[in-house]
């Protein structure tokens, strides 16, 4: 694989976490646009987040299979596990969410990990 390749496939890599999080964002923009009163059905189906959010998944897929199509499985889903430090970041900027100190504790713990995982996966 080339160096161009391999930096492009890093780029898509991170495109698709960015997707990834920013649909799990848009998800909840629509379960928040949906009026207590309304049909569940016609409130998801007239939901213009939903389609944004179904529209931002569908893409984040298509740029994995991408990804992963080149890339092994085991090196590239750890990657993952980045969704859940950018959303609960997002969740606290759009939605002014508390995001407490224990949880981004947390949160360094899982990047932590995330970087144990990679450094197995890169020896």
């Known amino acids: 694989m080339t160096i161009n390749?391999?930096?492009n496939l890093i780029v898509l890599l991170g495109i698709v976490i960015i997707l990834m999080s920013f649909a799990q964002v848009s998800y909840k923009l629509a379960a928040l646009s949906?009026?207590?009163f309304?049909?569940?059905v016609s409130g998801v189906i007239f939901n213009f987040w939903f389609y944004i959010s179904a529209s931002i998944s569908a893409i984040a897929l298509g740029a994995w299979l991408v990804v992963i199509k080149y890339i092994p499985l085991s090196t590239a889903y750890p990657?993952?596990?980045l969704v859940y430090i950018l959303t609960p970041v997002l969740s606290w900027?759009?939605?002014d969410e508390h995001v407490g100190l224990s949880y981004v504790l947390g949160l360094v713990i899982i990047l932590f990990g995330?970087?144990?995982v990679l450094k197995s996966v890169y020896d």
Do not use: A, C, E, G
Request: a positive charge.
């Open 93 to 95: 900027l759009v939605f």
């Open 38 to 40: 309304d049909n569940p």
């Open 114 to 116: 995330l970087m144990i």
């Open 79 to 81: 990657y993952q596990s």
């Open 34 to 36: 949906i009026n207590d």
């Open 5 to 7: 390749r391999k930096r």
